[in-house]
């Protein structure tokens, strides 16, 4: 952008080559006619030199406005562009902490899939084998209700038998007791504890049998 004196100077410097043009290709000393007409064409170029140098400096002043605006919204621009950057390293940074969260929420998951699957194949195993092992569960059942009537039934046995022995023990019998009513009882006794034990065995295969039908989920 030229300045007005810059303007001034090359508007002076046309002016001062008209003039010398003019006099140097005259006579020495031109008519009074001709150093008039020079002068009016002098004033209508200063006068044009002056609506130039107005025009320019008008020019001037709207280009540094114009270069201030533009500056302003470049600086406003930068700003913005520096907080949008901030958001999305803030918003980078809460993805990225996100993420792991659902890392290790997939871990969960796949354990807990892993669980599922494992509770899953116990109890296809079971459903598999569901009616033979619900047979041999009412079957065992019934064998320790029998075995609980045969263990009662051999108690109160044993117990008609105690009696005569005791008395034969105290020495306060009739004559019809003897050892032989104490061997019987002690047989009875034995037959009890035989009972006794068929019947522990049976609970035990029965609670053994149980676990096995009976699949427990993974807990949450």
């Known amino acids: 952008m030229m300045s007005s004196w810059k303007v001034s100077l090359v508007v002076g410097f046309v002016l001062g ?11 020495p000393g031109p008519s009074q006619e001709e150093y008039e007409l020079l002068l009016q064409k002098n004033a209508v170029l200063a006068e044009k030199q002056q609506v130039l140098q107005e025009s320019f400096e008008e020019l001037e002043t709207q280009k540094a406005l114009e270069l201030e605006k ?37 871990k969960k998951l796949d354990t807990k899939v892993v669980e599922l699957e494992t509770a ?35 108690i109160r046995v044993a117990e008609d038998f105690k009696k005569p022995c005791d008395e034969f023990k105290s020495g306060t019998s009739w004559n019809w007791v003897s050892q032989a009513d104490c061997d019987k009882y002690d047989a009875k006794i034995k037959a009890v504890a035989d009972e006794e034990a068929q019947l522990t065995a049976l609970k035990t295969e029965l609670e053994a049998l149980n676990q096995k039908i009976e699949v427990n989920l993974p807990k949450k």
């Open 70 to 106: 533009a500056f302003e919204q470049l600086t406003s621009k930068q700003a913005e562009l520096e907080q949008q950057k901030a958001d999305y390293e803030e918003q980078l940074a809460q993805l990225k902490q996100q993420q792991k969260k659902l890392v290790v929420t997939k």
């Open 17 to 27: 080559s008209i003039l010398a043009s003019a006099v140097w290709n005259r006579n």
């Open 120 to 154: 899953t194949e116990k109890q296809q195993v079971v459903l598999s084998h569901s009616k033979e092992l619900y047979q041999q569960q009412l079957l065992l059942q019934k064998q320790v209700a029998k075995a609980e009537a045969d263990v009662k039934k051999a």
